[in-house]
């Protein structure tokens, strides 16, 4: 069974078209998390989710909204999608936020976004 | 905020040991991580440093001084499947998890 699961694992489209990409745990974790990996391999968290509960928000377009409908899911949808969106996109889920261990992050396999 | 520097690239030979640096400024401190990718493939979880100090974990070690705000990883006996990225990432006073660009380390036979 895969701990993190996201699809699409590679997703090709066109400028300005609107996209979403899912993300699945089924480790029991109350946080989630949404980075975005670049070119330069910089890997940058976008949002964090905990219990459902937007808790870290960096400065990211609105055109990317997260959407957690459970403490299991948390989606991504973009919105005008532009050239420069294109990157790896990965899903990753802990424990909790505090405590010795809780933010051990695990990762999804990534999306990989290409914008044409 | 954090920032967190660590070289680029390093390059080693199979059976030989590689130390990658990594130092970081934080907003409070809450832990480090290190993390391998290998290309194309997602982050896994290689140590965690709350205490100053050296932590082993079988072939690799890691290292903390949370006075100097540096951290090492130390890889021994290399092997070629040790060629990756190796990342470190700090947990800050708020528990955000930020990371530094990463370490491609190329193991050559």
């Known amino acids: 069974d895969t701990a993190v699961s996201q699809t699409p694992k590679y997703l090709v489209t066109q400028m300005g078209n609107d996209k979403s990409i899912k993300c699945e745990q089924n480790l029991g974790h109350d946080t989630m998390y949404w980075y975005k990996q670049d070119s330069k391999k910089f890997l940058k968290i976008m949002f964090s989710y905990n219990n459902k509960e937007l808790i870290i928000n960096e400065t990211v377009p609105n055109r990317f909204s997260p959407k957690s409908p459970d403490k299991a899911h948390l989606n991504l949808h973009i919105n005008s999608l532009e050239l420069g969106d294109s990157a790896v996109y990965f899903c990753?889920?802990?424990?909790?936020?505090?405590?010795?261990?809780?933010?051990?992050?695990?990762f999804g396999q990534g999306t990989r976004l290409t914008v044409v | 905020g954090q920032s967190l520097e660590q070289p680029s690239e390093v390059t080693a030979v199979e059976g030989a040991i590689v130390q990658i640096n990594c130092t970081y400024q934080?907003?409070?401190?809450?832990?480090l991580f290190w993390y391998q990718q290998h290309a194309g493939e997602a982050p896994t979880f290689l140590s965690y440093?709350?205490?100053?100090g050296l932590e082993e974990k079988g072939r690799f070690s890691s290292f903390l001084s949370r006075s100097k705000g540096y951290s090492y990883l130390l890889l021994k006996e290399l092997q070629m499947k040790d060629s990756a990225s190796y990342l470190c990432a700090v947990r800050d006073g708020d528990y955000k998890l930020s990371f530094g660009a990463g370490t491609t380390v190329t193991v050559r036979a």
């Open positions: 440093n709350v205490l100053d």
């Open positions: 990753a889920s802990s424990r909790g936020t505090g405590g010795v261990r809780e933010t051990e992050a695990f």
């Open positions: 934080t907003s409070g401190f809450n832990g």
